[in-house]
């Protein structure tokens, strides 16, 4: 064998080589691609057991509470939440109790919407659930001047309550 046939053969073989690396890459692209996929599913499903719980034990704790779950029952009795002008009827220390309750739920759909931005929680629960949670605390959060720090959120309760005024 010449030296010439000796390059051609070393050349045949290199881009067999750079072949079976480039096979390689894809194989493993594509399993790394399924284990993100996996990943990112596991992510919102523990994404959404812990916005269970904490929105779980943010109801049981205020049905439980010897302060929280009488105000709440003496609102719904009167109207609330349909009826804002409920809360007119809570006494200086309900409303401060009340609002301070009111605090811990803007803060939670605040991490809600904060999530979806991020692409933690699907649309579906966005529209059906979110949007419509939103649009009926917003005015309570308003009355009791509840106002949400970061301004994303604030644009989107004034985008959902827009959208609630042209419907």
Do not use: C
Not at 34 to 46: D, F, T, V
Not at 56 to 65: P, R
Not at 145 to 156: D, G, L, Y
């Amino acid at each position: 064998m010449t030296i010439l046939e000796l390059g051609a053969l070393g050349e045949f073989l290199g881009s067999i080589a750079v072949l079976a690396t480039l096979v390689y890459l894809s194989v493993q692209i594509r399993q790394n691609n399924r284990s993100m996929g996996e990943s990112k599913k596991l992510a919102l499903a523990q994404t959404y057991q812990m916005r269970s719980d904490a929105l779980q034990m943010m109801l049981v704790h205020a049905a439980d509470s010897e302060y929280i779950g009488p105000i709440i029952t003496k609102l719904t009795d009167i109207g609330y939440p349909e009826d804002i002008a409920a809360l007119e009827h809570l006494s200086i220390e309900e409303r401060g109790r009340f609002r301070q309750w009111q605090i811990a739920q803007q803060t939670h759909w605040d991490n809600m919407f904060y999530l979806y931005q991020q692409g933690f929680i699907d649309d579906e629960y966005y529209q059906d659930s979110f949007r419509e949670r939103v649009r009926r605390l917003a005015p309570t959060w308003k009355a009791l001047n509840v106002t949400p720090a970061r301004q994303s959120f604030v644009a989107e309760i004034d985008a959902i309550l827009a959208d609630d005024h042209g419907s």
